[in-house]
């Protein structure tokens, strides 16, 4: 029996998947005068506060999460 090979195989794969998810950037994101998740008017950077920095990751998250890699 060779299942136990098998299943480290798909273990192991599986960590290269969420290494490699870990390690992606972020898309290239401008500032455009306006909080990228609730497009509040904001100075600089591209949050108007941590909870919508959250909220935007999260988001792309559960978006790339839909796509079939
Ligand atoms: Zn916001």
Avoid at 18 to 37: D, S
């Amino acid at each position: 029996m060779h299942a136990d090979i098998l299943d480290e195989a798909a273990e192991r794969e599986q960590q290269m998947i969420e290494i490699a998810l870990a390690n992606r950037k972020p898309p290239q994101m401008v500032y455009t005068g306006e909080c990228h998740y609730c497009e509040s008017p904001i100075d600089s950077g591209h949050f108007c506060d941590a909870d919508c920095r959250k909220d935007h990751e999260a988001m792309v998250w559960a978006a790339s999460q839909r796509r079939v890699v």
